[in-house]
């Protein structure tokens, strides 16, 4: 018998589950994140291993989600110093890099250096690649011993030569073991946003290093010794430890994503909406074909706008810790402020003084969590007006979401959804899985591993069929070399996108193929 471990690290909780071959859930735990994240990522897999009774050496796989490239980047914390090089002179000197970037990142840059290169919107070339220019900077960035340089060029979703380029001197001059992004090879069309992206993914090496190597010393102290370790991506899908130290910005909200994940697998609808209620905010997001549904447009992180896949999701300031206040009128507010991690101390059902949602749901008989005679004093009116806004939150988030009025199953997730009530107004049906408390784990372990093919075609050379085709194949090829059974392999995405500013008639064509993880 062979065994699956989902770990998910959050905010407040680590949550840690283990599965068996037929992705039964034999253990669920929760326990609390630990301000060094490696001791509560290991306390949550020894109590899980120990709640499932199997022996620890039987596991061969681990899954890992984690928020620390999310929390590096929105807290300007453990971000690594690196070098900025931009290829597009003399078209691109008017905005330089980080130009509108908010103040406490200044730090992470080492040096900016724009440089002659790039390329126009139909591949024409601006000006060759200033080979000379670059050596420069990278001699500079080697003696500063920088190690990690991000690299952009104008229209390198067109053509990418000059980036790589860039890279195979970088390697020559600063060594194999400095780490290089290629804004290509991270985000889609519009220079800045890409750009930021790159930098971004450049500053967390050292953050990705850290929570990698944390993950592996916590399978081994546990006896974890045969398992292929793996990192969630926010698509839905897993990298290996290696991919994840190249690009950890792909890890970036893969928390909301496993638990739309997580909650579409144990409710069994590939097609629903999500509502993930945490101890202080709430995401929503859809689950399309069992994947989560991708934001189609450029996405804010920490005040810097990218443009990388990101899923579709709305947060909103209502969880099982928000803070329930009456006013002197009468009228009643809840959130956005909540006591978050604290609940357990500060909660009225756990003997605390501060009213939270999570003890209206309590006093009106939704939850048994507590002690609820602690409650009782809670005025009747007062729950009702809490709960009333509770649900208003609610479905303006399901509306927020939603494509069209029609009504959409709504699935629970998160330890913090037992203060929504069993009806919505939106929501075809509400549904709350077993083990929804722990949805986010199961996410990450029950992830598929994919495949992608992404490039511009011309579709009065390479007919639409031919060149569709010849995308699914290279995309169920990426997915298993990427560690996918070839008999689980499909694809799970196709689209082709007219661009009208190109010659010709071309298209942007991308398809994704997805299958199970090789046991």
């Known amino acids: 018998m062979k065994y699956r471990l989902g770990v998910d690290v959050g905010g ?95 730090s992470i840059a080492e040096e900016i250096c724009m440089i002659k290169g790039g390329f126009e919107y139909n591949g024409k070339e601006i000006a060759p690649f200033d080979r000379n220019a670059a050596a420069a900077f990278f001699n500079r960035m080697k003696d500063a011993h920088i190690p990690s340089i991000a690299i952009s060029c104008v229209f390198a979703t067109v053509r990418d030569d000059h980036e790589k380029e860039a890279e195979k001197l970088c390697h020559e001059i600063m060594g194999n073991d400095v780490h290089v992004t290629l804004s290509s090879q991270i985000g889609s069309m519009g220079l800045i946003e890409r750009e930021n992206a790159a930098i971004l993914n450049a500053a967390l090496y050292d953050v990705a290093k850290r929570f990698t190597q944390g993950f592996l010393d916590s399978l081994q102290q546990e006896g974890i010794t045969h398992a292929r370790a793996y990192l969630s991506q926010n698509d839905g899908t897993l990298m290996d430890i290696e991919q994840a130290r190249k690009y950890p910005i792909l890890t970036v909200a893969c928390g909301p994503t496993n638990s739309i994940r997580g ?3 144990l409710s069994n609808l590939p097609n629903a909406l999500v509502l993930d209620v945490g101890g202080t905010t709430t995401d929503a997001g859809m689950i399309q074909n069992g994947f989560p549904r991708e934001s189609g447009i450029a996405v804010t992180i920490g005040g810097i706008r990218t443009n990388f896949r990101m899923p579709d999701v709305v947060s909103i300031g209502l969880g099982g810790g928000s803070i329930v206040r009456t006013r002197d009128d009468g009228t009643v507010t809840v959130g956005p402020d909540s006591v978050g991690w604290q609940i357990a101390t500060k909660a009225m059902v756990f003997g605390g003084s ?66 929504l009530p069993e009806t919505l107004n939106g929501a075809r049906n509400v549904i709350k899985p077993a083990c929804f408390g722990c949805a986010n784990a199961i996410g990450a372990a029950i992830a598929k591993v994919a495949g992608t093919c992404e490039k511009l075609v011309d579709y009065n050379k390479t007919p639409r069929e031919q060149a569709m085709a010849i995308a699914r194949e290279e995309a169920r090829t990426n997915a298993i070399k990427a560690g996918a059974d070839p008999d689980t392999v499909e694809i799970v995405e196709a689209e082709d996108i007219p661009l009208q500013y190109y010659p010709g008639n071309t298209c942007r064509i991308k398809v994704k193929a997805a299958g199970d993880l090789r046991n």
């Open 12 to 106: 407040t909780n680590t949550d840690a589950v283990i599965l068996d071959e037929k992705r039964n859930v034999l253990a669920a735990v929760k326990y609390p994140t630990s301000e060094d994240i490696r001791s509560g990522i290991g306390g949550a897999i020894h109590n899980a291993v120990k709640a499932s009774g199997i022996d620890p050496s039987l596991i061969h796989q681990a899954m890992l989600g984690t928020t620390q490239c999310t929390n590096a980047i929105v807290e300007r914390k453990h971000l690594t110093k690196i070098g900025i090089l931009r290829i597009g002179a003399p078209t691109s000197l008017g905005i330089p890099p980080m130009t509108d970037w908010p103040d406490g990142f200044d």
């Open 263 to 265: 909650a579409g697998y």
């Open 354 to 419: 501060v009213m939270t949602a999570t003890d209206i749901a309590v006093r009106l008989g939704m939850a048994s969590i507590g002690r609820k005679e602690l409650v009782r004093d809670i005025p009747e009116d007062t729950a009702r007006k809490a709960m009333a806004i509770i649900r208003e939150k609610a479905e303006d988030a399901i509306d927020d979401m939603k494509v069209s009025s029609d009504p959409v199953d709504v699935i629970l997730a998160g330890g913090g959804s037992i203060i």
